[in-house]
Structure formats: C-alpha cells, structure tokens
C-alpha cells in the first residue's frame, strides 16, 4: 500500500509543482553548453508533455500505461529537435538525468519517499524517454551525415567537369597542330602544360574524395588552409586552363587583377570558385567577353567576374545559389557551380552576390575578408 501511494503522491506532486520543477530543472540545464543560449519555449520543448506523462503513468501506477504513454509520446520529436539545436547525445541524456534529480529533490522536499514501484515507475518512464530520444537523433545525425557526404561528392564531381573539359578539348587542339607539317612548338608546348596542369588537379580532387571516404572533415566537407598569397598568378592560370574551352576566338577572357593584389584565403577553395564563375560565365556567353576584377575595399577584397551573355532573369535572381532540382542541363550546372561558390565564399566568411539583366549579362561578385571571422 505505501507503495501505491508513494506513487499517487509523486504523481499529485508533479501536477502540483510542474511549473516550480520545470524552472529549477531550466537552472539546472543551462549548465550545460549546448543549452546556455536556448530561449524558454525552446529549452522545454516537450518536457513539460513528458512530465505530464509521467504523471499520468504514475497515478495508474501501471507498467503497461508507462510503455503506451512514451513510446506514442513526444520524446522521439524532442531527440530531433535537440539535434538541431546543437546537442550532443551526452547532453540529450544529461537533460534527462537532471529531470530524474529534480523528481527526487521534489519528492524529499516534500517528505514522499520513492520506493519501490514509484521508483521503478519514474526510472521506467525516463529510460524509455531516453531511449526514444536518442534513436531518433543518432538515426537523423546518419541520415545527414549521409546526405552531406553526397552533397560534397556531388560538388566535386562538378568541379572535375572543366578540368576534364579542358583536357578534351587541349588533347583534340594537340592532334591537330601535331597533324600539320611543321607544328609550332609554342603552341606545342602550351598544350601539353595545360593537359598536366589539369590531369595534376583532377589527381588532387580524386585524392580528396578518397579521404572523404574515410573521414568527413566538417559539415560541408571543407578543410580551411588560408594563407597569403598573390591572386593574379591564380586566376591567370585559370584563364589560361579555360581558353581552350572558351573556344578558339569566339569569347575572350580578360584577367584585370592587380599584379600585387594579395588575398587571405584558401588558394584551393578560392581557385574553384573563380573556376566555376568562369566556367558559368563561358557557357552563357558563347561570344562576347568575360572580365575579372578585384579591388581591396576597406578590411576586404571585393572580387567579380563579369559577362557580357544572355544574362539571367528578374525573377530568377533569388535562386541562383540555390541547388537547382531540375533536368535541366544549362539550369542545374549553373545551380550546383553557383552552390559551391556560395558554400566556399560562405566559409571564408565572405558573401556572394550577383547582379544581372537579360541580354546585358551578368556579374557575380563576392567578399573575403583579410582575417577569419
């Protein structure tokens, strides 16, 4: 019998005290870092469901109930939402732990002692709480630990597109100046530094998908390596790489950075974003002129590659760095290059932004900042 009533009076306790116990389980919460910043609403979550839970549990007194009311409760939501919020799995639990204190110090403030079924009942009810909550986030943290994984594979699968373009169309221009009778040898050799130039970055791309196979670095898959170094050499390279796939004279591009510009940046990321700006701008602009700039403007170097193409549309604008879900060749090449640079730029601690009319083309600049922010 005083084990029945041990339980009707935590359950009586919990409904009387729900709100008292809910604040000094707060206090006791934003102990831990993930939780220090969560507003009220946000911090509760669904505790306040839970305890209500339990508390029905507890007055039933009954196994059955216990098991019916958590594994058709809310905690699976909660788990989820922890997740975004930033939780580790330890704090998840530790959250849970700190309620099954504040239960106890409730009751003994209130002189009920928890024996017995009172106790197995409320160590039930969290376990299962507990447990629930954690399925849930450990199985949503794989699903998009998997999901990021594809995203970082699908953007380097991109960026292997121009280099390989790049060495066709080096290789088709090889065979024919090799097919004339007396080839020129400057023209000879251009060739061939282009064709290992870019062979030697696809082999660095491969390789960076193979450690990404064994270890995904960070949410975006980026590992951050900035230094000081000069952008002119960089992007003339690249404008050298992409000429053959400009096309022999039909689109010109210009590289207008100062020779003694130097940039704070990870030179491989930043080349990327320059080579798909560049490689976007060339297969909008099949005959024009394609300009790169950049300018130091204050604690920044503005940078912006510009085209004289078709341009893009008004109502188009707001959604160009967005990954575009579509068939659409022209559409999706340019929405997952334009995602990339936006990724890359972002995690510089820059911004991109473009401005464009159609059939005036278009011009897509960005930020980096001279130290981290």
């Known amino acids: 019998m005083q084990q029945f ?25 934003r102990e831990l870092p993930a939780a220090k910043s969560l507003d009220k609403p946000t911090l ?25 009311q958590i594994t058709e409760g809310s905690s699976t939501t909660h788990g989820l939402q922890r997740l975004e919020n930033g939780f580790e799995v330890e704090e998840v ?29 409320l160590n039930d009810t969290l376990d299962a709480a507990i447990a629930s909550a954690i399925k849930a986030y450990v199985d949503q943290q794989n699903i998009d630990i ?30 024919r100046v090799m097919s004339q009778d007396n080839p020129p040898v400057d023209r000879l050799n251009r060739s061939i530094k282009t064709l290992q130039r870019n062979a030697g970055y696809l082999t660095n791309q491969v390789n960076k998908i193979l450690e ?3 270890n995904l670095e960070t949410e975006t898959g980026i590992k951050m390596e900035r230094r000081q170094f000069d952008l ?47 490689a976007n701008a060339i297969r909008h602009t099949p005959n024009g002129e394609i300009i790169i700039t950049a300018n130091r403007v204050g604690s920044v170097v503005e940078c912006a590659v510009a085209d004289n193409g078709s341009g893009i549309s008004e109502d188009r604008l707001g959604q ?52 981290p922010k």
């Open 5 to 29: 009533n041990a339980t009707k009076e935590l359950a009586a306790l919990i409904d009387a005290h729900q709100e008292a116990l809910l604040a000094y389980w707060r206090m006791k919460v």
């Open 44 to 68: 509760n979550d669904h505790i306040p469901v839970l305890l209500n839970e339990l508390a029905f549990a507890l007055a039933l007194a009954d196994s059955e109930a216990i098991h019916s």
């Open 93 to 121: 639990v530790a959250e849970y732990n700190i309620l099954r204190n504040c239960i106890h110090e409730l009751a003994e403030k209130h002189n009920v002692i928890l024996v017995g079924k009172a106790v197995q009942f």
């Open 146 to 175: 998997q999901r990021r994984r594809e995203d970082y594979l699908a953007f380097i699968t991109h960026d292997l597109r121009t280099p390989l373009n790049a060495i066709i169309l080096s290789s088709q221009l090889l065979e």
């Open 212 to 214: 990404e196979n064994i």
């Open 232 to 278: 002119w050499p960089l992007v003339e390279s690249l404008v050298f790489d992409l000429n053959p796939v400009a096309g022999s004279g039909s689109t010109s591009i210009i590289n207008n950075v100062p020779e003694d510009l130097a940039v704070f940046a990870d030179a491989s990321l930043l080349r990327r974003v320059f080579q798909n700006l560049i």
């Open 320 to 371: 160009v760095f967005e990954k575009l879900e579509t068939e659409s060749i022209n559409l999706s090449d340019m929405g997952l290059g334009l995602t990339i640079c936006k990724t890359f730029i972002e995690a510089h601690g820059g911004t991109i932004m473009v401005n464009s009319e159609i059939g005036k083309g278009a011009r897509f600049y960005f930020t980096l900042p001279d130290t």
